[in-house]
């Protein structure tokens, strides 16, 4: 049993936005660093953004300026907004700790194309 659980993907079009959720079990994942994950077909899984319990946020270079990450501890909720999708963000997002990764869960699907 996987604790995490990813929402909020779709289809749209470049340019367009999103908000993925993930909520987890367990009010303990408020005190560790949180990541938001994608992979795309062929290519190997990318840590996308991560967040510390003191809110604290990291981004690869090709989200900066168009992602943010968020988490609401009383919701047991990290988010991912997204803006300004690009194609290339196609790819399945996941939400796990950012260290001593637990099982990973189904994932939500982004897909950017017109």
């Known amino acids: 049993q996987v604790p995490f659980v990813e929402s909020g993907g779709g289809l749209v079009q470049p340019g367009g936005s999103l908000r993925l959720s993930c909520i987890y079990s367990?009010?303990?994942?408020?005190?560790?660093?949180m990541g938001w994950y994608r992979q795309a077909p062929g290519k190997q899984r990318e840590l996308v953004a991560s967040?510390?319990?003191?809110?604290?946020?990291y981004y690869i270079d090709s989200v900066k300026g168009r992602f943010t990450i968020s988490r609401d501890s009383a919701k047991n909720t990290v988010y991912l907004q997204m803006n300004s999708l690009k194609p290339e963000d196609t790819a399945m997002y996941y939400c796990n700790k950012r260290t001593r990764i637990l099982g990973w869960g189904q994932g939500t699907q982004v897909t950017v194309s017109s």
């Open positions: 967040i510390t319990p003191g809110e604290s946020t």
């Open positions: 367990g009010s303990i994942f408020n005190f560790y660093d």
